[in-house]
T-cell receptor
Framework: EDQVTQSPEALRLQEGESSSLNCSYTVSGLRGLFWYRQDPGKGPEFLFTLYSAGEEKEKERLKATLTKKESFLHITAPKPEDSATYLCAVQAFSGGYNKLIFGAGTRLAVHP | DAGVIQSPRHEVTEMGQEVTLRCKPISGHDYLFWYRQTMMRGLELLIYFNNNVPIDDSGMPEDRFSAKMPNASFSTLKIQPSEPRDSAVYFC??????????FGPGTRLTVT
């Protein structure tokens, strides 16, 4: 069964304290891995798509990387406005071309 | 583009009543998705459409749930009769084939 696990469930950082969020997956053929950010009371907001092991994408203080079994979202020198829930989702061959399987998310809190 | 539009943003209803949630996808997107998000189960795909045709409704929890897409710019998710366990945030998303999905702001449903 296709599965996505995110860790940690919650992370508290001081402003400027860099860290990484993990997304491990078990799927029968990966078509793509997606990262989303979700603020309270809002819908998930698209951040990155990664398609193959070794691929990296960057946006401001965020960098996403992909291996054959997991993805990391690295946050460099975070600011309070980076506080949100970060969701990882995979698109698998077995699930159909457009189905996404979401992890439970990591709740990030960055304190000044 | 205004993004994915959902209405109402909040709905409070009594058990047994019919509830209809509405969605307008991003113009030009071929795919439309309905998700449900709860603390316990996270983000779950209920059903998705391609060019107005339902492709996979395996996530629809019961026959009380139904979804339609009468044209490319409008979809509804109906719950009849509603039950307290249906309380959740319902999201609509749309995308081009195989690409990232863009989410609406969600409808927070409370069934008392």
């Amino acid at each position: 069964e296709d599965q996505v696990t995110q860790s940690p469930e919650a992370l508290r950082l001081q402003e400027g304290e860099s860290s990484s969020l993990n997304c491990s997956y078990t799927v029968s053929g990966l078509r793509g891995l997606f990262w989303y950010r979700q603020d309270p009371g809002k819908g998930p907001e698209f951040l990155f798509t990664l398609y193959s092991a070794g691929e990296e994408k960057e946006k401001e203080r965020l960098k996403a990387t992909l291996t054959k079994k997991e993805s990391f979202l690295h946050i460099t020198a975070p600011k309070p406005e980076d506080s949100a829930t970060y969701l990882c989702a995979v698109q698998a061959f077995s699930g159909g071309y457009n189905k996404l399987i979401f992890g439970a998310g990591t709740r990030l809190a960055v304190h000044p | 583009d205004a993004g994915v539009i959902q209405s109402p943003r909040h709905e409070v209803t009594e058990m047994g009543q019919e509830v209809t949630l509405r969605c307008k996808p991003i113009s030009g997107h071929d795919y439309l998705f309905w998700y449900r998000q709860t603390m316990m189960r996270g983000l779950e795909l209920l059903i998705y459409f391609n060019n107005n045709v339902p492709i996979d409704d395996s996530g629809m929890p019961e026959d009380r749930f139904s979804a339609k897409m009468p044209n490319a710019s409008f979809s509804t998710l109906k719950i009849q009769p509603s039950e307290p366990r249906d309380s959740a945030v319902y999201f609509c998303a749309s995308s081009f084939p195989g690409h990232e999905q863009y989410f609406g702001p969600g409808t927070r449903l409370t069934v008392t």
